[in-house]
Each structure stands twice: as structure tokens, then as C-alpha cells.
């Protein structure tokens, strides 16, 4: 079975760009969250689905920032525009069962010059 | 408000010598306790987690953690670490009825030869 996977590994853009990152859960997974780690710093949670409902997104930093879950699978979060602040690493977890820690992907790291 | 404190960002350790990396953490309601570990360029990977039940948790690759509710302590250790243990790992705590993850900073562990 695949896990959560996230493209692209990589993303270097400029200030002031537009960006989307995609997140694939594991098949059957209803919870999806987003996670983002600054350089140097804590994993800071972002926001979680439930299917397509956004159940919590209180850790999105600004209206700059627009996740999307489409039919319940797959999540994409867009950043527009991006800043330099932005940088860092994004994660995705995925779970079956509320309650329980998810299964993390890869992550993509942003890079916002 | 939880909060998770790793008070160790960086932990040198010679190889088959024993490892105690600390967590404590601050809630005012019961929590869900948890360890990740991210390879190099790699993902998180859960190796351990305490929902309820016995205070001592084994997990994969030999390492285990105690939950001590009184000293609001989940420290993770292993009694005999190897060059394959290299890597960051991430102290991390929610509770019921909201999944959100609350993460420490990390420590990175670097096994010596």
C-alpha cells in the first residue's frame, strides 16, 4: 500500500509568485492535516480535513494561504503570494480514525528567494 | 494551552553506548504522547506513541519511552544505539478531540563511531 505522498519534493520561487502544493493520502484515509516546519523551528501544525471539511485551520498564518480538498482525496494548499517567510518544509499526515497519530509524507521544501 | 519542551536540540552519542533524549511537556487536560523520527531526507516516521495503559512504550528499532504524569516527562531512550539511529527526532503531544499535533523543536541525535 503507498503512503501519503507529496509533490513536489522541491520548490524554489521568487517573492511575490504563486506556488501549490500537493498532498495524497493513503487510500481510505478520511483525516488529512498540514503541518509546516521554519527553519530552526517547531513542526507547526496548519490545518486538518475531514473528507472535503475543513474541521480545524487554525494554525494557517494568513489569507495568503487557501487548502483545498476536493471529493476527499487528494489536498492541494496554495500559497499566493508567497513570501520570503514562507521557506520551509511542508508536511502532510493522513489517518484513518480520529484520535490517532497519522502517517506523514516526505514533505516539500519551499523555498521563497 | 499544550506546549512540548525538548531540551536537548543536539545529542552526540558514541555507537552501542545508551541514549536518553528528554521531552516534557505543559497541558492542563490529558494528552496523547508521542515520538517521531526523520532520516536523513526522509519523512516522519512514528516510532512510538501512549494513549493509555502502561506507562512504559516500546516501539520499532529498540526504543522505548516512559510517560510520567507526575513529572509531565515522555522521555525516549535506548540502551544501545547504532551509526543506523542517526537522525532527528521530534517529541509531540494532542489530545482527545482535537488531533492537532503540538511538536518540540527536535533534537538531532548523531551516533560517533
Known amino acids: 500500500e503507498a503512503g501519503v505522498t507529496q509533490f513536489p519534493s522541491h520548490s524554489v520561487i521568487e517573492k511575490g509568485q504563486t506556488v501549490t502544493l500537493r498532498c495524497d493520502p493513503i487510500?481510505?484515509?478520511?483525516?488529512l492535516y498540514w503541518y509546516r516546519r521554519v527553519m530552526g523551528k517547531e513542526i507547526k501544525f496548519l490545518l486538518h480535513?475531514?473528507?472535503?471539511?475543513?474541521?480545524?485551520e487554525s494554525g494557517m498564518p494568513n489569507n495568503r494561504f487557501l487548502a483545498e480538498r476536493t471529493g476527499g482525496t487528494y489536498s492541494t494548499l496554495k500559497v499566493q503570494p508567497a513570501e520570503l517567510e514562507d521557506s520551509g518544509v511542508y508536511f502532510c499526515?493522513?489517518?484513518?480514525?480520529?484520535?490517532?497519530?497519522?502517517?506523514f509524507g516526505p514533505g516539500t521544501r519551499l523555498t521563497v528567494l | 494551552a499544550q506546549s512540548v519542551t525538548q531540551l536537548d536540540s543536539q545529542v552526540p552519542v558514541f555507537e552501542e553506548a545508551p541514549v536518553e533524549l528528554r521531552c516534557n511537556y505543559s497541558?492542563?487536560?490529558?494528552?496523547?504522547l508521542f515520538w517521531y523520527v526523520q532520516y536523513p531526507n526522509q519523512g516522519l516516521q512514528l516510532l512510538l506513541k501512549?494513549?493509555?495503559?502502561?506507562?512504559l512504550v516500546k516501539g520499532i528499532n529498540g526504543f522505548e519511552a516512559e510517560f510520567n504524569k507526575s513529572q509531565t516527562s515522555f522521555h525516549l531512550r535506548k540502551p544501545s544505539v547504532h551509526i543506523s539511529d542517526t537522525a532527528e527526532y521530534f517529541c509531540?503531544?494532542?489530545?482527545?478531540?482535537?488531533?492537532?499535533?503540538?511538536f518540540g523543536t527536535g533534537t538531532r541525535l548523531t551516533i560517533i563511531p
Open positions: 499526515a493522513s489517518s484513518q480514525d480520529r484520535g490517532t497519530s497519522g502517517y
Open positions: 487510500s481510505g484515509h478520511d483525516n
Open positions: 480535513f475531514v473528507k472535503e471539511s475543513k474541521q480545524d
Open positions: 497541558s492542563s487536560v490529558s494528552v496523547y
Open positions: 501512549y494513549l493509555s495503559g502502561s506507562t
Open positions: 509531540a503531544v494532542s489530545y482527545f478531540g482535537n488531533e492537532k499535533l503540538t
